[in-house]
């Protein structure tokens, strides 16, 4: 008898061996199509070569893949701005998934806004076959706060947008929305411009946020810190610059003035946070 046990027990864990070995190989291939389908949004002829000369500072193919997107996915993006990033997403959830664009609106100041809103709205229109399932919603909170029904999205994405929530005071209100909108088990992705460690609380002006200070926001409205990232690291940046992160490129706000030394610092050092609702 046991011969006959040590068998069955080596052909058990043999067969679970193998059960290992096949769910690893099907996990590996599946984040190569995923890495795949990012590349190819990133690689798209729809993107112009201005944007596609920042991948290299922005990284998004790490970056997406670091908040564990996914085709099929609900994926809202807060303020998209000039849609440097609905310009990838929106191509990669084209055909299974959606893409919720939470824009600024045209009722809105400063004037900038209605001016992004109105040709973000225009580049989805002009190109159906990049961005015909995109879903555009008018976010000006507090007014107009809502990303829609709760638990209705997988992820929530806000790429250098957390001082701007901080310096108008809505800070605890998006979080608190991002949490609603989000399905148990869904995940906030920020990048954010961030401020050297025990920086002022109001560096935020200057458009650099501490990491610690957007931990604490995320944790007050309910997420769990899962992990960070040092993809979008800059360590050439020093983080105190004449018109903070706007001094850097792609801004430039100096001009000419000393622009081949920001040239050379890139654009500035970022944070890269993953949050998850709880199940």
């Given at each position: 008898?046991?011969?006959?046990?040590?068998?069955?027990?080596l052909?058990?864990?043999?067969?679970f061996?193998?059960?290992?070995?096949?769910?690893?190989?099907?996990?590996?291939?599946?984040?190569?199509?995923v890495?795949?389908?990012?590349?190819?949004a990133?690689?798209?002829?729809?993107?112009?070569?201005?944007?596609?000369?920042?991948?290299?500072?922005?990284?998004p193919?790490?970056?997406?893949?670091?908040?564990?997107?996914?085709p099929?996915m609900?994926?809202?993006?807060?303020?998209?701005?000039?849609?440097?990033?609905?310009?990838?997403l929106?191509?990669?959830?084209r055909?299974k998934?959606?893409?919720?664009a939470a824009?600024?609106?045209m009722?809105?100041?400063?004037?900038?806004r209605?001016?992004?809103?109105?040709?973000?709205?225009?580049?989805?229109?002009?190109?159906?076959?990049?961005?015909?399932?995109?879903k555009?919603?008018?976010?000006?909170?507090?007014r107009?706060?809502?990303?829609?029904?709760p638990?209705?999205?997988d992820?929530?994405?806000t790429?250098?947008?957390?001082?701007?929530?901080?310096?108008?005071?809505?800070?605890?209100g998006?979080f608190?929305?991002?949490?609603?909108?989000?399905?148990?088990g869904?995940?906030?992705?920020i990048?954010?411009h961030?401020?050297a460690?025990?920086?002022?609380?109001?560096?935020?002006?200057?458009?650099?946020?501490?990491?610690?200070?957007?931990?604490?926001?995320?944790?007050?409205?309910?997420?769990?810190?899962?992990a960070?990232?040092?993809?979008?690291?800059?360590?050439?940046?020093?983080?105190?610059?004449?018109?903070?992160?706007?001094?850097?490129?792609?801004?430039?706000r100096?001009?000419?003035?000393?622009k081949?030394?920001?040239?050379?610092?890139g654009?500035?050092?970022r944070?890269?946070?993953r949050?998850r609702?709880?199940?």
């Amino acid at each position: 008898m046991k011969p006959k046990t040590h068998t069955t027990v080596l052909s058990l864990a043999i067969c679970f061996v193998g059960l290992h070995m096949a769910g690893d190989a099907r996990a590996e291939h599946h984040a190569d199509s995923v890495t795949s389908g990012l590349m190819k949004a990133v690689g798209g002829a729809h993107r112009s070569p201005a944007n596609q000369a920042r991948d290299e500072n922005r990284d998004p193919v790490e970056t997406l893949g670091f908040f564990g997107i996914e085709p099929g996915m609900t994926v809202i993006e807060l303020w998209p701005g000039g849609g440097w990033y609905t310009e990838i997403l929106a191509p990669f959830l084209r055909e299974k998934g959606t893409l919720v664009a939470a824009s600024y609106g045209m009722d809105t100041t400063p004037e900038y806004r209605p001016r992004l809103h109105k040709a973000l709205m225009e580049k989805v229109a002009g190109n159906p076959a990049v961005y015909g399932s995109v879903k555009i919603i008018e976010w000006d909170p507090p007014r107009k706060n809502s990303l829609g029904a709760p638990g209705s999205a997988d992820m929530v994405l806000t790429f250098r947008n957390t001082h701007s929530f901080i310096n108008n005071g809505l800070a605890e209100g998006v979080f608190a929305e991002a949490f609603k909108v989000l399905k148990p088990g869904g995940v906030l992705g920020i990048v954010q411009h961030r401020a050297a460690p025990g920086a002022p609380a109001d560096s935020s002006k200057s458009g650099y946020v501490t990491e610690q200070a957007v931990i604490a926001l995320a944790q007050g409205a309910g997420f769990v810190a899962e992990a960070r990232s040092e993809i979008n690291a800059n360590p050439k940046d020093s983080h105190d610059h004449p018109e903070g992160v706007w001094t850097l490129p792609p801004s430039y706000r100096l001009g000419d003035v000393d622009k081949e030394l920001y040239r050379g610092i890139g654009e500035s050092d970022r944070m890269t946070l993953r949050f998850r609702k709880p199940r």
